[in-house]
Nanobody, 121 residues
Framework: QVHLVESGGGLVQPGGSLRLSCAASGFASIFNIDAMGWYRQVSGKQRELVAHITTQGTTTYTDSVLGRFAISSDNAKSTVYLQMNSLKPEDTAVYYC?????????????WGQGTQVTVSS
């Protein structure tokens, strides 16, 4: 059974930093991870991509976090990190990690339970 365990969320003042971690486990040996990353969701709004990283190291960020957030991964440990600096109140959301990959030609994705990030003075 696949498990994605997130940690690192919390309350921080504007301008502060947090580091999110997501450790994934339980994948079948035939599952090939393609990318890992983070989405976030504010109540009443659609979930949006924050950042993702492929197993080759290619990264993608949503415009609003460019220059402030950095995604990284440890493929051997199936772990993805999100370093969040210069946090703003508008970064407040529930952050969800995901892992996407393939079994043959069939794409599958898996999601964490979410971790709350609150940016407030």
């Amino acid at each position: 059974q696949v498990h994605l365990v997130e940690s690192g969320g919390g309350l921080v003042q504007p301008g502060g930093s947090l580091r999110l971690s997501c450790a994934a486990s339980g994948f079948a040996s035939i599952f090939n991870i393609d990318a890992m990353g983070w989405y976030r969701q504010v109540s009443g709004k659609q979930r949006e991509l924050v950042a993702h990283i492929t197993t080759q190291g290619t990264t993608t960020y949503t415009d609003s976090v460019l220059g402030r957030f950095a995604i990284s991964s440890d493929n051997a440990k199936s772990t993805v990190y999100l370093q969040m600096n210069s946090l703003k109140p508008e970064d407040t959301a529930v952050y969800y990690c995901f892992v996407g990959g393939y079994v043959g030609d069939t794409y599958h994705d898996y999601w964490g339970q979410g971790t709350q990030v609150t940016v407030s003075s």
